[in-house]
C-alpha cells in the first residue's frame, strides 16, 4: 500500500479482524496520526509496542488452545463449589458436617451416614410403592347397615315336570294326524327333558326332526307350550303380607332349568312369552278366579323395579301357595313331584351363583336369608384393571348391565355347546345367529362333556370374567316341614287342599346385612405425605429442601454461564488500539517499506490471523 510520499507499507491485522484498506485509513485517522515520518521518531517506542502486541497475540493463542481443558475442568470445579455451598445452607440434617468438619475423617464419617440416611429413605419408599402397587386396595367389613338398603333377591320357580300332560295330549293328536302314534309321541314327550339334563334319547333322530317340521315349531316355542302354565301353577301369592294376582307379579322366564316363573326378575325383560296366539289353549278350567281375592291394586311389586323390604319375618317377605300337580307329570328333570326354588341376584341369570331349594308338594317349604354386599368407592375407577381386577357398571361391552355370574354361564355354556354349534333353547336370547340345539344335537353334547371331563378342564379359569365391583350375594337356610290337616286357616291358606298344594315363605332373618366395602389403600395425597414422611425421618426435610436444591442449582448454573462470558471479553485486549512501528533493522528511506499492526474489538472475529503485505 502507497502511503504520503510514495512510501510503501505492508499492514498486518490481529485476530477476529475483517477490515480492507479503506477500514485501515479510518483507522490511521482515528489514531490522529499526523504524518509516517511521526513514527519514526519514536522507533524505540514502536519497537517496545510491537513486542507487546506479540505478546498478547501468543497468549491470546495459548489460551484458546487451553479453553477445552479449561471449559472441562471448570464443569467439576462448578460442582464442587456447588456442592459445598448446597452443604453450608442447606436444612437438610448432617449435610453441613461433610464439608466443615475439621478433620477429614470427620468429613468422611458424616459423609458416609448421609449417604446411609439416603439408602434407607430409597430403600423404605420403595416398599411403599411395592406394597401400593401390588394391593392397592383394602377391605373394610361393616356389620351396621340397616336391611332396608339391600335389595331383595330374584325368586325363580321352576316345577319339575317339563312336558305338562294336558298339553302333551293336543299336541300327540296333532301328530297322530300325521302319522305318528301313540307310541312315538311318547317316546318324544319323554325325551324333550333331555334338552335340560343331556342323556341318552328314546327317539331316532329323524323322526325327532319330522315331529317339529310336522309342528311347524322352533324349539323354543315347542318346549314353551309344553311348560307347566305359571297361572296354574301359582295358587296364591302375597307380598309384605298383601295378596295380589300371581300372573301380574310372576313373569315367565328362561333360567337353567327351562322355563320357570320368576318374581323380581330383572335379567331380560325384552321377550314376552305370554303369546295369546298359541294353538294350545289354556284347557284346564279351575275356580282359581274365585280364589284370588279382589284387589284393584296399581302397584305390582317386582316388575317395574327390584324389590326391598322394611324389616324382617315371615310377613315382610313373599309368600306362594304352589300347585304342584304330579297326577299331569310327563317328563320330569327328576325322579320326584316337586319343585326347584333358585334364589339369585335380580340382575343375574339364574344360573352360576344361585342359590336353591327343593319345594314338594303337602310340604311348607321356608327360606330364611342373609345378605351381603360387595362395594368399592369410586377412587378405585382410578386404578388400572390389571391391578383392581374388578369391573364397575358401563365397563363392559353391551347394553345390559354386566353380571358375574351371568358371563360364567355364558362362557360356560359357549365351552359345552359350542363344538356342537349350538346353544340350548334356556340359554339367553343373546346368540340370534346360533342355532337352537335339538335331540339330534345330545349326542354331540355328551361326548362333548365326556372330553372336557377327561382334560379336566377349569372352564371358570378359562373364561376371563371379572367380578363386579359391586355387588350384592345370598345365603339361604331352608326348612321344609309336613303340613297336617289341624285347623290352621289364614289368608294365604285359606280354601285350599293342605295335602296336594305347597307354601314357600322367603325373608331375611336378620335386620341388618354384612358389607365388604373395598377402599384405596392410599390416595395420592395420602401416598405423597407417606413419603414426606420417610423424608422427614431419615433426612430430616420437607418440600423445601427440595425447592431449596433447585434454587442452588439454577443460581450456580446462572453464575457459571456468567463467568464464561466474562472470561471470552477478557481475552481479548482493550479496543480500537493502533499500533505503527517499522523494522529497527532497516532504513525507512531505504527501504521505503512500514508495518502497521492493527487490531480492534468492535469488529467480529474470523480468522485467527490476517496478514496483507502491500
Not at 287 to 302: A, F, I
Request: charged residues 20%; aromatic residues 10%.
Amino acid at each position: 500500500m502507497e502511503l504520503q510520499g510514495g512510501v510503501r507499507c505492508n499492514w498486518v491485522m490481529f485476530p477476529d479482524m475483517s477490515v480492507g484498506c479503506d477500514m485501515f485509513i479510518r483507522l490511521i485517522d482515528f489514531a490522529s496520526v499526523s504524518s509516517v515520518e511521526r513514527s519514526y521518531q519514536v522507533s524505540d517506542q514502536v519497537r517496545r509496542r510491537k513486542i507487546r502486541m506479540k505478546t498478547v497475540m501468543r497468549n491470546h493463542y495459548s489460551l484458546s488452545k487451553k479453553r477445552g481443558r479449561l471449559g472441562r475442568s471448570s464443569i467439576v470445579q462448578t460442582l464442587e463449589r456447588s456442592f459445598r455451598v448446597y452443604c453450608e445452607n442447606t436444612g437438610l440434617h448432617g449435610f453441613r458436617y461433610i464439608v466443615t468438619g475439621k478433620t477429614r475423617l470427620d468429613r468422611a464419617v458424616w459423609l458416609a451416614v448421609c449417604l446411609a440416611a439416603i439408602g434407607f429413605c430409597l430403600l423404605l419408599m420403595l416398599r411403599l410403592w411395592e406394597h401400593f402397587s401390588n394391593n392397592p386396595t383394602v377391605t373394610i367389613i361393616d356389620t351396621s347397615n340397616p336391611i332396608k338398603d339391600l335389595q331383595f333377591p330374584g325368586i325363580t320357580i321352576c316345577n319339575n315336570n317339563k312336558v305338562y300332560k294336558p298339553h302333551a295330549d293336543m299336541v300327540a293328536r296333532k301328530l297322530l294326524t300325521n302319522g305318528f302314534d301313540i307310541n312315538m309321541s311318547n317316546k318324544l314327550f319323554s325325551s324333550l327333558m333331555k334338552l335340560i339334563r343331556p342323556d341318552k334319547i328314546e327317539i331316532d333322530n329323524a323322526t325327532a326332526s319330522s315331529a317339529l317340521d310336522t309342528l311347524g315349531y322352533s324349539v323354543e316355542k315347542l318346549m314353551f307350550e309344553l311348560m307347566h302354565p305359571c297361572n296354574l301353577l301359582l295358587a296364591r301369592c302375597a307380598w309384605l303380607g298383601q295378596i295380589y294376582d300371581c300372573n301380574k307379579i310372576f313373569k315367565t322366564v328362561k333360567a337353567n332349568e327351562g322355563f320357570c316363573c320368576g318374581f323380581n326378575y330383572h335379567y331380560d325383560l325384552t321377550n314376552n312369552y305370554n303369546n295369546d296366539d298359541s294353538w294350545l289353549a289354556n284347557i284346564t278350567t279351575t275356580d282359581e278366579e274365585n280364589l284370588q281375592p279382589d284387589n284393584s291394586s296399581e302397584y305390582l311389586p317386582g316388575v317395574d323395579e327390584i324389590l326391598r323390604v322394611p324389616g324382617t319375618g315371615r310377613d315382610i317377605g313373599l309368600s306362594v301357595a304352589l300347585n304342584i300337580d304330579g297326577e299331569n307329570y310327563k317328563s320330569s328333570v327328576r325322579q320326584f313331584v316337586g319343585g326347584t326354588v333358585l334364589i339369585h341376584d335380580p340382575i343375574d341369570y339364574p344360573d352360576v351363583g344361585a342359590q336353591t331349594a327343593t319345594v314338594i308338594p303337602g310340604h311348607v317349604m321356608v327360606l330364611t336369608l342373609s345378605g351381603t354386599k360387595i362395594r368399592s368407592s369410586n377412587d378405585i375407577r382410578n386404578i388400572p384393571l390389571r391391578k383392581r381386577m374388578c369391573l364397575f357398571d358401563g365397563e363392559s361391552p353391551g347394553e345390559r348391565k354386566y353380571s358375574y355370574q351371568t358371563c360364567i354361564s355364558e362362557c360356560i355354556q359357549q365351552n359345552i355347546y359350542g363344538s356342537c354349534g349350538c346353544l340350548p333353547f334356556f340359554f339367553p336370547d343373546e346368540h340370534p345367529d346360533t342355532r337352537t340345539c335339538y335331540l339330534t344335537d345330545v349326542d354331540c353334547i355328551l361326548a362333548r362333556r365326556r372330553s372336557l371331563s377327561r382334560v379336566q378342564l377349569s372352564h371358570i379359569n378359562d373364561c376371563k370374567c371379572l367380578p363386579q365391583c359391586n355387588d350384592e350375594t345370598f345365603d339361604v337356610v331352608g326348612e321344609s316341614i309336613r303340613t297336617d290337616d289341624i285347623g290352621y286357616d289364614s289368608e294365604l291358606t285359606h280354601g285350599l287342599n293342605a295335602k296336594n298344594t305347597s307354601f314357600l315363605y322367603v325373608y331375611f332373618r336378620d335386620g341388618t346385612y354384612l358389607e365388604y366395602r373395598k377402599e384405596t389403600i392410599l390416595g395420592w395425597d395420602s401416598l405423597l405425605a407417606s413419603f414426606g414422611g420417610i423424608f422427614g425421618l431419615c433426612l430430616g426435610g420437607s418440600v423445601l429442601s427440595f425447592v431449596e436444591f433447585l434454587y442452588y442449582m439454577t443460581k450456580e448454573l446462572l453464575a457459571v454461564r456468567g463467568k464464561k462470558r466474562a472470561l471470552r471479553n477478557d481475552n481479548l485486549p482493550p479496543a480500537s488500539k493502533l499500533f505503527v512501528s517499522r523494522s529497527t533493522n532497516n532504513d525507512l528511506v531505504k527501504t521505503e517499506k512500514c508495518v502497521f499492526h492493527v487490531w480492534t474489538e468492535q469488529f467480529p472475529r474470523q480468522n485467527p490471523k490476517s496478514t496483507f503485505a502491500s
